[in-house]
């Protein structure tokens, strides 16, 4: 009996140091400040942004974060229709059509999804503050 206790004493003693390493690295990792920021513009490698861009807030109104309309429109169809995101595609000139990805209103008589909304170059400027 006393040869069980023993081993079950030593069996605790084991497994409390290692716990406690467990925890105390789980404590540090989730308190440690963060050294490593992402730039707003990391996820527009490759985007027509302007260069000071990265200095900018990411709620800094869209015409300060990108040259022209074009930009900005070539930068939502390359961020957002790969993941059914809301952008617009020129299907004549100068008239945008809201593309909303693979959104789909199915009702009695099927699909009844609406057709999407569209813009002129104009509307599209005023509304993201391109025009003057």
Same mark, same amino acid.
């Given at each position: 009996?006393?040869?069980?206790?023993?081993?079950?004493?030593?069996?605790?003693?084991?497994?409390?140091?290692?716990?406690?390493?467990?925890?105390?690295?789980?404590?540090?990792?989730?308190?440690?400040? @963060?050294?490593?920021?992402?730039?707003?513009?990391?996820? +527009?490698?490759?985007?027509?942004?302007? &260069? =000071?861009?990265?200095?900018? #807030?990411?709620?800094?109104?869209?015409?300060?974060?990108?040259?022209?309309?074009?930009?900005?429109?070539?930068?939502?169809?390359?961020?957002?229709?790969?993941?059914?995101?809301?952008?617009?595609?020129?299907? @004549?000139?100068?008239?945008?059509?809201?593309?909303?990805? +693979?959104?789909?209103?199915?009702?009695? &008589? =099927?699909?009844?999804?609406? #057709?999407?909304?569209?813009?002129?170059?104009?509307?599209?400027?005023?509304?993201?503050?391109?025009?003057?």
């Amino acid at each position: 009996m006393i040869v069980s206790q023993w081993h079950a004493s030593q069996e605790i003693s084991l497994i409390q140091p290692l716990a406690i390493a467990a925890l105390v690295g789980a404590m540090a990792a989730c308190g440690a400040p @963060r050294t490593e920021q992402v730039g707003d513009n990391s996820l +527009n490698q490759g985007t027509a942004m302007n &260069s =000071g861009s990265a200095d900018q #807030p990411s709620d800094s109104p869209i015409n300060r974060r990108f040259k022209s309309l074009d930009d900005y429109l070539a930068w939502l169809r390359q961020t957002q229709e790969p993941v059914d995101g809301p952008w617009y595609e020129e299907i @004549r000139p100068g008239i945008y059509q809201l593309r909303t990805g +693979n959104l789909r209103v199915l009702g009695p &008589s =099927g699909d009844e999804t609406p #057709p999407g909304q569209t813009f002129t170059r104009a509307e599209l400027e005023k509304k993201f503050g391109f025009s003057l």
